[in-house]
């Protein structure tokens, strides 16, 4: 390995303190940028820009004019593919077209390189949203999230829409949210708290780590905790757990190279020995890597879901996240 | 998945011009259009609000919750506050109420066009 990744951080991780309006914009990134957790820095269109895609002149000027003085690297604008913002029907695909060319002209005007865009771009829209990142000079990657994985049977078929329409502005944003080797323990711990009894957490672990689909791995549990005298409705509660922690090979993520564009690092905490103990890093990332993945890559915290806000420490968790993957990096280089 | 307390502050209720008002959040992490929010319900002191007495206020204009359904090309920016307007609610400032507000919102994406 003679390249290494660009290690940053997607505002995403800090939802909370934005959603409370703690910060403006300018502010959250002089707090990444303080914090050390840089220098690659992602965020999402919807969340933090308001009037998103419309940019006013004044807000491009300050986003530019702020990065350059923190010394930050916009990496990845997340867009997102809303088929289903109307009641009455999903866009068409001209629609679809309609809604994500402008988000893909804000990538250029605020100097990113990468457009995340999600499964929601269907074949016929990817296909005709290519002229535009062509346009535009930004590449489209596409998040593969749980509960679908490197190797599902939906992403294939993307792969191989990709390989018809060969163009290489077309790849992938593995998030690691896909291959867990377990659920995030405060996920789990929401479950107990909506009232779901301590003794079924071990049996969850286990079902979920069983092969199968999420729905029949869903069921079977649902199944069993109404066998010990558990309402089906207060089991399903456990549903996130499926949909949102994916137990596919990490390995696996090597097989997409070279259409990895970025990664999204997800993680929920840090252990007292410095790993995500729901989350092989070594796995995750070092096969990537192996494979010469040079580009950048976004810590996303994602325990924000059920962390309280005064026990937020954001910043320094995603710092000890960095040390865990320079970890990783410094084994791959050796 | 939004944690409750993003939803609703500890100074949410408020006596507005027409009766009370209680500022609420998206309990999400992105901003949504208005199409997207399904319902708002409140409860008074354990009573529940008839919908003919709701408005939703975003972006400087209250709508009922029935109304918000062809709103798909207006956002509502996620570090906004929305005030939910209830009208005739009796309240001064300094009184005691007990506040639920519910609110159901619909997702934007899917993936659909890729079988399975």
């Known amino acids: ?334 | 998945m939004t944690r409750p307390e993003l939803l609703l502050g500890p100074d949410a209720a408020v006596a507005g011009e027409k009766g009370l008002e209680v500022r609420i959040r998206q309990p999400w992490y992105r901003s949504l259009p208005l199409s997207s929010v399904l319902d708002v319900a409140v409860e008074l002191d354990g009573t529940p609000v008839p919908d003919d007495r709701i408005r939703l206020r975003v972006n400087g204009r209250a709508r009922r919750i029935a109304e918000l359904a062809p709103c798909w090309d207006e956002i509502w920016f996620i570090q906004d506050e929305g005030a939910v307007e209830i009208d005739g609610a009796a309240g001064s400032p300094g009184d005691e109420i007990a506040v639920a507000v519910a609110i159901e919102l619909a997702p934007t994406s899917s993936s659909t066009g890729w079988g399975r």
């Open chain 1, 1 to 334: 390995m003679t390249s290494t990744p660009l290690l940053g951080t997607t505002l995403y991780s800090f939802t909370n303190e934005w959603v409370s309006a703690r910060y403006t914009l300018t502010e959250l990134l002089e707090h990444v940028a303080a914090a050390g957790i840089g220098p690659g820095v992602e965020l999402v269109g919807f969340q933090s820009i308001r009037n998103f895609p419309r940019l006013e002149t004044a807000f491009i000027d300050e986003f530019h004019e702020t990065v350059d003085r923190l010394g930050l690297v916009p990496t990845s604008l997340a867009a997102n593919i809303d088929i289903a913002i109307r009641r009455d029907r999903d866009l068409t695909t001209e629609e679809r077209v309609d809604y994500t060319a402008p988000q893909i002209e804000a990538a250029r005007l605020l100097g990113f390189p990468v457009v995340r865009i999600q499964i929601g771009a269907d074949p016929a829209t990817l296909e005709r949203l290519v002229p535009y990142a062509e346009k535009a000079g930004v590449r489209l990657g596409m998040e593969i999230h749980a509960p679908e994985g490197p190797l599902t049977p939906k992403v294939e078929a993307v792969s191989r829409v990709y390989d018809r329409i060969d163009s290489d502005l077309l790849g992938f944003i593995p998030d690691f949210s896909s291959t867990m080797h377990r659920i995030s323990a405060g996920l789990a711990q929401t479950y107990l708290e909506s009232g779901l009894p301590a003794d079924l957490l071990p049996e969850l672990q286990r079902i979920w780590a069983a092969d199968g689909g999420q729905g029949e791995r869903l069921g079977q549990f649902i199944a069993l905790a109404e066998s010990r005298g558990v309402p089906a409705a207060t089991a399903s509660v456990v549903a996130s757990a499926f949909t949102m922690n994916g137990h596919e090979r990490p390995e696996d993520w090597a097989e997409l190279m070279p259409r990895i564009f970025h990664v999204h690092a997800k993680f929920y905490d840090i252990d007292e020995n410095g790993e995500e103990p729901s989350i092989d890093y070594f796995r995750n990332l070092g096969p990537i890597l192996e494979a010469g993945f040079a580009g950048s890559i976004s810590s996303e915290w994602e325990a924000h879901s059920w962390t309280p806000n005064d026990e937020l420490d954001t910043a320094a968790l995603i710092r000890r996240q960095h040390d865990l993957m320079r970890r990783v990096i410094a084994k791959v280089s050796r």
